[in-house]
């Protein structure tokens, strides 16, 4: 059943759990999270990245991405992750994608109020949920940030969090509190009592969104769940567990030719099984 993400974090802030949001670049991660959505019977979030079209074009993706959401047996929004310019978010609008994140946020806080509350008030009228992001989240392989500047200072203000959703009216806002996009080479601790504040400033004028979540211990995300975050963006964690795999079933072939068709089943099982192990950490599985 094809949804608008907001449905979905109605009912994600109701019952105080967090929507499990997916990258689905290529049809065997697509497969895989609505098998894991459908036996969990769990919600979830299609997404495709802007940063994953070299791997597949939205164009293409999109149609697969649609057909089974509106044919799955649990409620499931298609969404676009990080889109960065107007021409590829506007291309999004009209591929039929139900919520979509305009990422502004290497901008200034006025200009990337700006074009948010522009976006805002051309596709709210079409139902399309809006995603945006506050704070700068450093990427895990090796983005250390500015000279001088500390892990810490790109967190999201709680002050200025509450003042972009009353200026911009976005329905989800992804804020930075201590994880990273990717798989670092240390587990993220994050810092909850920031996360509360923002909670707290915040209210009900947006739900708040995490990224970064593959680097992040089961406990830390259970506490950010708790805290008030409503969707978690997870991919890295869950494709390279695919990859590792695929490696086990290559070698153990001893050189003997092996099926690329084998392997994707191989793939798409295991992306399943870590999609479901996301969704139960999410808290958010659902029982028929």
Do not use: W
Request: with cysteine; glycine share 8%; net charge negative.
């Amino acid at each position: 059943m094809l949804v608008a993400l907001g449905e979905l974090l109605k009912d994600a802030e109701k019952n105080r759990y967090a929507v499990g949001s997916f990258n689905t670049p290529n049809l065997e991660t697509l497969r895989a999270v609505v098998m894991a959505a459908e036996e969990t019977n769990t919600p979830v979030t299609l997404n495709h990245a802007m940063a994953h079209n070299h791997v597949i074009p939205v164009e293409e993706i999109a149609p697969l991405m649609l057909k089974y959401a509106k044919e799955s047996k649990v409620p499931m929004s298609v969404h676009i992750d990080h889109g960065k310019t107007p021409e590829f978010v506007h291309k999004a609008i009209r591929l039929g994608f139900t919520s979509i994140m305009y990422d502004c946020s290497e901008l200034s806080f006025e200009e990337n109020a700006k074009r948010v509350k522009e976006f805002v008030d051309l596709v709210h009228p079409l139902g399309i949920t809006v995603e945006a992001e506050l704070g700068n989240m450093l990427l895990s392989a090796g983005d250390g940030g500015a000279p001088g500047k500390k892990k810490e200072d790109y967190y999201t203000d709680p002050d200025a969090a509450a003042r972009f959703c009353e200026l911009t009216g976005v329905d989800c806002l992804a804020i930075t509190f201590g994880t990273e996009h990717g798989i670092g080479d240390k587990p993220q601790i994050l810092d909850i009592e920031r996360l509360k504040a923002i909670k707290e400033k915040v209210g009900d004028r947006a739900a708040l969104v995490m990224h970064g979540g593959s680097g992040t211990p089961a406990e830390e995300i259970k506490k950010a769940v708790i805290g008030g975050i409503r969707k978690i963006n997870y991919f890295s964690a869950i494709d390279v567990a695919a990859t590792a795999a695929v490696v086990k079933e290559i070698e153990a072939g001893a050189g003997k030719p092996v099926h690329y068709c084998e392997l994707a089943l191989i793939a798409t099982e295991m992306l399943k099984k870590k999609c479901v192990e996301a969704i139960n950490m999410f808290n958010s599985a659902r029982t028929s």
